[in-house]
């Protein structure tokens, strides 16, 4: 997230003396959305050190959904952003300024361009190294921006050669409307996750396909729920052993079984309750979770 932060503090430079040296608009905008970048990434660097603090006495179940606070924040900023554009762009419409010096103005963007995709590759390779939705956010709003540096520097292209400057605050709209579905994604996720969503169906598949192999053993299963908290799984399930199994001997299996759903699924907690496969009271919470 340090590269993250020293990367929208330079490309913020690069895009805004841009914009003072050729007065677009649409470079304007290009610097705004890397100020919100800088933003989400200062948001995203704290909410990664709450996220990292261990389970305590108010919190047993650790702080990973702080994550989802971050990406949620960064959602919200890149909308509000996005309207800040849009209004800067409409304005520009009904009071057109010339443009200079856009040869510069395109080669500065072009570097921070550069600049930015080499961060976002970065941060996507650590963001599937620690399964972060924190850094992988803010590696695809990099992404975001540069392909919005991209058609900006194309639309600036058309106004140098074509000379029609209202090209400039309409691209300005267009980077506007794809920030928006970008923030509103995040939002989305993010409210997604603060609302304990379940594992994928591959996950799920990877968890059940363990659980069936010991039905050979008559051992059985259900109750099966899972949830995901950013880069952390929780898992809990009831195991049916044979009413003649020892305690000893059904905890050994337990923690056969849940050895290897770890390996499967890192990161994750995994709770299991151990029930008698005689006992009516389970077999009916059985048919209850089927149904």
Known sequence: MWISILASILTIGLKWYAFSVTRSVGFLSDALESGINL???IVAFYSLTVAARPADKEHPFGHDKAEYFSSLAEGVLIVIAAFGIAYAAINRMYHPQPLESLDYGMLLSVVATIINFATSRILLYFSKKHNSITIEADAHHLMTDVWTTVGIIAGIFLVKMTGWQ???????????????????????????????????????VLIREVL????????????LYTRRASAKQFITFHLLFPGDFTVNRAHDMTKQIESELKLLLPYSDIFIHIEP???PDAFEDCLKSEN
């Open 277 to 279: 496969m005689n006992d």
């Open 212 to 223: 069936d192999r010991y039905k050979s053993e008559e051992i059985d299963y259900h109750a």
């Open 166 to 204: 209202v090209l400039d605050p309409i691209m300005a709209i267009l980077v506007a409307i794809s920030i928006v579905y970008t923030g509103i994604k995040l939002i989305i996720r993010s409210m997604d996750g603060l609302m304990d969503s379940r594992l994928s169906e591959k996950e799920m």
């Open 39 to 41: 933003i989400a990434g």
